[in-house]
């Protein structure tokens, strides 16, 4: 079983940053994949990143790539999602969800192959 809590997202004005993070509990952390997911008004849960278990690989969706940025810290037991130059079309709910004992390289893309889910995060990006 594994645990997951995002951190407060917030309201950030267009162009501006924000650092969503993810704290597990649970089984080993160093085992999972992480990924982020968001879920806009009206619209169906989309993904947003990934990162393999030993982070070496990472994958985004092309809305935002050079703007996004996954990590993690296995001695932490933390993912973490660097949001930069924000905009109003990435307001949504973010999730972040883990995917036990995948392949190393592993950087799952759909929602049905992640295995846990956090209870999600707002961001509101403001124009």
């Known amino acids: 079983q594994v645990h997951l809590v995002e951190s407060v997202g917030g309201l950030v004005q267009a162009g501006g940053s924000l650092r969503l993070s993810c704290a597990a509990s649970?089984?080993?952390?160093?085992?999972?994949?992480m990924g982020w997911f968001r879920q806009a008004p009206g619209k169906e849960r989309e993904f947003v990143a990934a990162?393999?278990?030993?982070?070496?690989?990472?994958y985004y969706t092309d809305s935002v790539k050079g703007r996004f940025t996954i990590s993690r810290d296995n001695a932490k037991k933390t993912a973490l999602l660097q949001m930069n130059s924000l905009k109003p079309e990435d307001t949504a709910v973010y999730y972040c969800?883990?995917?036990?004992?995948?392949?190393?390289?592993?950087?799952?893309?759909?929602?049905?192959?992640?295995?846990?889910w956090g209870q999600g995060t707002q961001v509101t990006v403001s124009s």
């Open positions: 990162i393999s278990r030993s982070g070496i690989r990472t």
């Open positions: 649970g089984r080993a952390f160093s085992s999972c994949a």
């Open positions: 969800a883990a995917k036990v004992a995948p392949t190393v390289a592993s950087t799952p893309y759909y929602s049905n192959e992640y295995d846990y």
